[in-house]
């Protein structure tokens, strides 16, 4: 039997220059361009310039950024799971 677990995550962005996020796991890659995390509903890509973290507690799993900020986009599960090579050999 599959329980149902309510995932709470915020994700508040402020004047696209800082960026708050709860329920983060674990920062995957960071440059001044791109940050990759794991979060509690899936991974998600942020997009900017001048994109540095500021402070990342993982015991709470709360993220702070700061930058100019373009894009914030949660990957879907099916491209998660499956990268260019496994639809190759399909």
Do not use: C, P, W
Request: glycine share 10%.
């Amino acid at each position: 039997m599959e329980e149902n677990i309510a995932v709470i995550q915020n994700v508040i962005i402020e004047n696209r220059k800082k960026l708050n996020i709860s329920g983060v796991k674990d920062v995957s890659s960071f440059d001044d361009e791109t940050i990759l995390l794991d979060t509690a509903l899936g991974k998600m890509t942020i997009k900017g310039e001048g994109l540095h973290i500021e402070s990342f507690n993982t015991a709470t799993g709360d993220l702070t950024a700061g930058g100019k900020v373009y894009a914030v986009v949660y990957m879907s599960d099916a491209r998660v799971s499956g990268g260019f090579l496994s639809r190759l050999f399909r």
